[in-house]
């Protein structure tokens, strides 16, 4: 896990998603995400119709989906989105979380015995997200058909791969 400290300096001058929009979001001010230092959740539960190789239907016995956090905000602004409401919030969107609390959810989705965790529009929080982690869990982020090469720094070199518009931690 990242040293507070650390975690906080990854903000102040905000590098965390392609566009390295440098904005200091410990301060309150928004990056491109359109969000700040503040890790906020839209919704976090067993998602049932994903693919077949990430819900684990077919592939394990007795599994419940991919376990979806969608978290708000996000860089990109595509047109196409289908999570506008979510991922361009105006005003504040969702629920605040700290790490603690986001690792909470993570137990409670593996007691609900999800096929893995599967990250949506993280990556402009990925410093607190790994305060969050255990590194046993299968881990999906997608992340707007990219993966910032911040991923891996966060999770380990080696352990960021992309399949498509999906990457996987």
């Known amino acids: 896990n ?3 400290n650390q ?15 440098g904005v200091n979001r410990t301060n309150g ?22 693919e077949p190789c990430l819900s684990g239907q077919g592939i394990e016995e007795n599994v419940m989906g991919s376990g979806t956090v969608f978290f708000t905000g996000c860089s990109l602004r595509c047109v196409y989105c289908q999570n506008q409401k979510i991922s361009r919030p105006n005003g504040c969107v969702g629920t605040e979380y700290s790490p603690d ?11 609900l015995k999800v096929h893995n965790i599967n990250l949506v529009t993280a990556t402009h929080y990925l410093p607190s997200i790994k305060e969050a982690f255990d590194d ?7 992340a707007n058909s990219f993966i910032h090469k911040y991923a891996e720094v966060i999770f380990g070199k ?5 399949a498509g518009t999906v990457g996987t931690i």
């Open 2 to 4: 990242l040293p507070m």
């Open 7 to 21: 975690k906080m300096t990854e903000y102040q001058s905000c590098k965390l998603c392609p566009f390295e929009c």
């Open 29 to 50: 001010a928004l990056g491109r995400c359109r969000s700040d230092a503040s890790m906020r959740v839209a919704r976090i539960a067993p998602h049932y119709w994903e």
């Open 101 to 111: 609390k986001l690792a909470n959810e993570f137990l409670r989705l593996h007691e």
């Open 136 to 142: 046993e869990k299968i881990v999906i982020c997608k």
């Open 158 to 162: 080696g352990t960021t791969f992309k």
